[in-house]
């Protein structure tokens, strides 16, 4: 649930948005990765609106599968500008490693986004979270604030995705405030930062394919390189971002189902309209 990063969907008029540009897209795909871990080789689906400020400003539909050592996932997203604020275009994003531990162990992270705002393509390769080769494009030259991504800060980090996967730790109950314990590190091919999450409640949700109990997680965003602090201020004082977690049948593993972003023109939210938790292969789509 990136939220300063280099894709989003702010106001097309950047003195109006100090969001990072990651703010909804990575977000978005933060659902998707989460959503893989179902029994051994199953297939897991969804479908999600996207809200800012009560209005739908896009969907999103993911496809996923996952075996005991290995995952793959891809997501399409449509975003549909309702006015000057909010772009219109489309996204696709997908991710593939391991999973050892509990955690996921990138492999390979591409991001393809042409929006009014802005085109990007960022392909990554990683080993044992080192990056192994990356390339964003455009290329953009520096900005005189900017602070400079190191070598140092392409190590021992996870792609955009790969910090959409929460596992609860023990042998207890999935749906706890344990979950949320965790801190992401990071690189998303311009900027690295660090996601961290916090127990906030318990609740419950129900929708098509789903319906039971959640763990709501508060976010915090850091930024550690590879961005203006001019720009990121904003993203790093803001408190109201959550993330809601629903347990993967049969795994350790919760999906993020909703995510709530507060944002300079309204509340960005992503709200599932199905899910498919470790239910035999479906595929959601957006039509085209």
């Not at 390769?125 to 964003?136: D, E, L, V």
């Not at 409640?201 to 929708?207: A, E, L, P, Q, W």
Request: some cysteine.
């Amino acid at each position: 649930m990136s939220v300063c990063g280099a894709h989003s969907i702010c106001p097309a008029d950047p003195g109006v948005c100090p969001v990072s540009r990651s703010a909804v897209v990575v977000g978005v795909a933060a659902l998707v990765l989460a959503a893989l871990p179902a029994r051994a080789g199953e297939t897991v689906s969804g479908r999600y609106d996207i809200m800012i400020g009560g209005l739908q400003v896009g969907v999103a539909g993911l496809e996923g599968r996952i075996s005991d050592e290995a995952y793959e996932t891809s997501i399409s997203l449509r975003l549909s500008g309702v006015s000057r604020l909010i772009a219109s275009g489309r996204g696709t994003a997908s991710a593939s490693g391991r999973i050892s531990g509990g955690r996921a162990i990138p492999a390979n992270y591409n991001l393809t986004l042409n929006t009014t705002q802005q085109n990007e393509a960022i392909r990554m390769a990683m080993t044992g979270g080192a990056i192994r080769s990356f390339s964003a494009e455009p290329e953009r030259p520096a900005a005189a604030d900017q602070v400079p991504v190191t070598a140092a800060h392409r190590q021992g980090v996870l792609d955009p995705l790969a910090a959409g996967l929460f596992f609860a730790p023990g042998a207890g109950p999935t749906v706890t405030a344990a979950a949320c314990a965790k801190t992401f590190p990071v690189f998303d091919g311009r900027q690295r930062y660090d996601l961290s999450f916090s127990f906030a409640r318990t609740d419950t949700i129900k929708v098509a394919g789903y319906e039971g109990p959640v763990v709501v997680c508060n976010a915090r965003y850091r930024a550690i390189a590879g961005h203006r602090p001019s720009q990121t201020q904003a993203m790093e004082a803001n408190r109201d971002m959550q993330i809601w977690l629903a347990p993967i049948a049969g795994t350790r593993a919760l999906l993020p189902a909703r995510i709530s972003i507060r944002t300079p023109v309204g509340v960005a939210l992503i709200e599932p309209t199905k899910l498919e938790l470790g239910s035999p292969s479906t595929t959601a789509s957006i039509s085209r």
